[in-house]
């Protein structure tokens, strides 16, 4: 890589002017962009880039990593379009010292973030949108669902899944994951056509999680593998959300696939403008009770005992379909490897001898 192209651009792009856009860009976390429409999101101190963050080039480059005083400063990686990235150790906007990129092949952590609201302050409660945040946080921590640790998993349910709560949790594990991890974002509760609505929603839009917002956070991960799950009404709209996409995996089972290169995984309920329905007789949302069975062995069609993310999204779609009379359409969305692994499967034969839903 050209050092001196590099420090030309950087001394270029920390005199353009910018704007705060979200957040607090005094003394926080929060997202500005430059006069040439390049885009920082991370910490701030004194009203410039310091602690950790991301800023996203115009030209397609990309530097995540440690700032200080508006210049990298720390370990980070520069992400150079048409180059071979960079990692290293940076001092006052200069590389001082190269450092190896992560190894592909390392076996990876997953994190993840469980949303689950019913009792809203403002809107219908919902029936069993808590326990499906449950349900599904308990099959993560199974050894089918990754083993997850209390450690990498944080559940939020009701009362304290308010937007900042939320917000504040997923920046934490984002934070927390490198490069070779995987994020998983579940949320089930009402949607509106570009967002998640939180327990403390009250009517304004400044109340909403909006889908910017998630993909913003999630895309300041080192993570390389992240996916979203998202069991609302009008969840469907995640498809014209702008920004980081999501995509993922389960830990042991990315070793074989880590030289793939998967890419985004986006899987939502219903389509945009439909009802994402809970069932009085499954006493549970339709979507995530059908997610579960396929999670735990159903979606296996081919009876490898590895559920791939396209035979997830063909078990459930279908099911769902049937079930609510084509009410209800599941969508998946993304530049997703199609043979990407989501779950384990024990006791497999026993599972699909059944002609269960």
């Given at each position: 890589?050209?050092?001196r192209?590099l420090?030309?651009?950087?001394?270029?792009?920390?005199?353009?002017?910018?704007?705060?856009?979200?957040?607090?860009?005094?003394?926080?976390?929060?997202?500005?962009?430059?006069?040439?429409k390049s885009?920082?999101?991370?910490?701030?101190?004194?009203?410039?880039?310091?602690?950790?963050?991301?800023c996203?080039?115009?030209?397609g480059?990309?530097?995540?990593?440690?700032?200080?005083k508006?210049k990298?400063?720390g370990e980070?990686?520069?992400?150079?379009?048409?180059?071979?990235?960079?990692?290293?150790?940076?001092?006052?906007?200069k590389?001082?010292?190269l450092?190896?990129?992560?190894?592909?092949?390392?076996?990876?952590?997953?994190?993840?973030?469980?949303?689950?609201?019913?009792?809203?302050?403002?809107?219908?409660?919902?029936?069993?949108?808590?326990?499906?945040?449950?349900k599904?946080?308990?099959?993560?921590?199974?050894p089918?669902?990754?083993?997850?640790?209390?450690?990498?998993?944080?559940?939020?349910i009701?009362e304290?899944?308010?937007?900042?709560?939320?917000?504040?949790?997923?920046r934490?594990?984002?934070?927390?994951?490198?490069?070779?991890?995987v994020?998983?974002?579940?949320?089930?509760?009402?949607?509106?056509?570009?967002?998640?609505?939180?327990?403390?929603?009250?009517?304004?839009?400044?109340?909403?999680?909006?889908?910017?917002?998630?993909?913003?956070?999630?895309?300041?991960s080192?993570?390389?593998?992240?996916?979203?799950?998202?069991?609302?009404?009008?969840?469907?709209?995640?498809?014209?959300?702008?920004?980081?996409?999501f995509?993922g995996?389960?830990?042991?089972?990315?070793?074989?696939?880590?030289?793939?290169?998967a890419?985004?995984?986006?899987?939502?309920?219903?389509?945009?403008?439909?009802?994402?329905m809970?069932?009085?007789?499954?006493?549970?949302?339709?979507?995530?009770?059908?997610?579960?069975?396929g999670?735990?062995?159903?979606?296996?069609r081919?009876?490898?005992?590895?559920?791939?993310?396209?035979?997830?999204y063909?078990?459930?779609?279908?099911q769902?379909?049937?079930?609510?009379?084509?009410d209800?359409?599941?969508?998946?969305?993304?530049?997703?490897?199609?043979?990407?692994?989501?779950?384990?499967?024990?006791g497999?034969g026993?599972?699909?001898?059944?002609?269960s839903?």
């Amino acid at each position: 890589m050209n050092t001196r192209l590099l420090l030309l651009f950087l001394i270029i792009s920390n005199n353009l002017i910018a704007q705060c856009i979200s957040g607090d860009c005094d003394n926080g976390e929060g997202t500005y962009i430059y006069q040439d429409k390049s885009t920082y999101t991370g910490d701030f101190v004194g009203g410039l880039a310091e602690g950790y963050g991301i800023c996203q080039y115009t030209n397609g480059n990309r530097y995540m990593g440690h700032w200080k005083k508006h210049k990298f400063h720390g370990e980070g990686v520069f992400y150079k379009k048409e180059d071979d990235n960079v990692k290293g150790l940076w001092e006052d906007g200069k590389l001082t010292k190269l450092l190896k990129i992560e190894n592909d092949n390392a076996i990876p952590k997953v994190w993840a973030i469980v949303v689950g609201v019913a009792s809203y302050n403002h809107l219908r409660r919902l029936k069993f949108t808590d326990d499906d945040a449950y349900k599904m946080y308990a099959f993560l921590k199974s050894p089918e669902g990754g083993a997850i640790t209390d450690k990498q998993a944080k559940i939020l349910i009701d009362e304290s899944a308010t937007k900042q709560n939320i917000i504040q949790t997923m920046r934490s594990i984002a934070k927390k994951a490198s490069y070779n991890d995987v994020i998983i974002f579940y949320f089930s509760g009402h949607g509106d056509q570009d967002s998640f609505l939180p327990y403390d929603f009250d009517g304004d839009d400044i109340n909403k999680l909006t889908f910017n917002e998630v993909n913003t956070i999630l895309g300041l991960s080192k993570a390389s593998r992240k996916i979203c799950i998202a069991d609302a009404c009008h969840s469907g709209g995640l498809v014209t959300a702008k920004g980081k996409g999501f995509d993922g995996n389960v830990a042991k089972n990315y070793f074989s696939l880590s030289k793939k290169n998967a890419k985004t995984a986006i899987l939502v309920s219903s389509q945009a403008g439909e009802v994402s329905m809970e069932n009085a007789t499954l006493r549970q949302g339709t979507f995530s009770y059908f997610l579960l069975k396929g999670l735990k062995g159903n979606a296996d069609r081919d009876r490898d005992n590895v559920v791939t993310i396209t035979e997830l999204y063909n078990y459930v779609s279908r099911q769902v379909k049937s079930y609510s009379r084509n009410d209800q359409n599941p969508a998946l969305f993304g530049t997703y490897d199609k043979d990407m692994p989501i779950a384990k499967v024990r006791g497999h034969g026993r599972l699909l001898t059944k002609k269960s839903p």
